[in-house]
């Protein structure tokens, strides 16, 4: 089994900047890319972004130029640095984790990020 674990949320003024963190535990051998999606209220979730393995990222059009995601191998863990933040960046973020031949495979529980003045 996987665990992710995610942390870093909170309320943040529109323009400002978070980070979050995912932490994979368990059966990391198991994971191949990992990403973020997020659901806001009333919305469907939707993918944020997503890292291979190998590094190669994609990022939905609503946040390219302002999101960043990148992996730490040796740390089991996956970032997303979100800069320039607006109102309605406003969801819980999910971590995920892909298997083998699964798309998102493993979730984490969750972490809400807010942008409000």
């Known amino acids: 089994q996987v665990q992710l674990v995610e942390s870093g949320g909170g309320l943040v003024q529109p323009g400002g900047s978070l980070r979050l963190s995912c932490a994979a535990s368990g059966s990391i051998f198991s994971i191949n890319g990992m990403g973020w999606s997020r659901q806001a209220p009333g919305k469907q979730r939707e993918l944020v972004a997503g890292?291979?393995?190998?590094?190669?990222?994609n990022y939905a059009d609503s946040v390219k130029g302002r999101f960043t995601i990148s992996r730490d191998s040796a740390k089991n863990t996956v970032y997303l640095q979100m800069n320039s933040l607006k109102p309605e960046d406003t969801a819980v973020y999910y971590c995920?984790?892909?298997?083998?031949?699964?798309?998102?495979?493993?979730w984490g529980q969750g972490t809400q990020v807010t942008v409000s003045s």
């Open positions: 890292i291979t393995r190998g590094g190669r990222t």
């Open positions: 995920y984790g892909d298997a083998p031949g699964i798309y998102q495979a493993y």
